[in-house]
Nanobody, 120 residues
Framework: QVHLVESGGGLVQPGGSLRLSCAASGDIFMIYKMGWYRQAPGNQRELVAVLTNGGTVDSADSVKGRFTISGDKVENTRYLQMNSLKPEDTAVYYC??????????????WGQGTQVTVSS
């Protein structure tokens, strides 16, 4: 089994900052990429930022210059530092991982989601 556990969501005023964390654990052989998606009410789930095992970052244009993704390969963790938050960043943020398990099956995994609300 594989588990992705997120933390760090909450309520923040526009212009404020939050830091999300995600830790992957379980029967993990290799993580190819890991990061964050988000889904606002009435919208489809969308990419926020993903960090590959090779160090490449893929992120949405709407968060470039404001959000920074980082990670620890040894600890299988990813962090999303979110600065200059806007009301349109309000969404449920999901941790995501594309990984291979110790039984060598490869699949996409999702965390349970954490709410981020940007409001005055």
């Amino acid at each position: 089994q594989v588990h992705l556990v997120e933390s760090g969501g909450g309520l923040v005023q526009p212009g404020g900052s939050l830091r999300l964390s995600c830790a992957a654990s379980g029967d993990i052989f290799m993580i190819y990429k890991m990061g964050w998606y988000r889904q606002a009410p009435g919208n489809q789930r969308e990419l926020v930022a993903v960090l590959t095992n090779g160090g490449t970052v893929d992120s949405a244009d709407s968060v470039k210059g404001r959000f920074t993704i980082s990670g620890d390969k040894v600890e299988n963790t990813r962090y999303l530092q979110m600065n200059s938050l806007k009301p349109e960043d309000t969404a449920v943020y999901y941790c995501y991982a594309d990984l291979r398990t110790t039984t060598f099956s490869r699949d996409n995994y999702w965390g349970q989601g954490t709410q981020v609300t940007v409001s005055s």
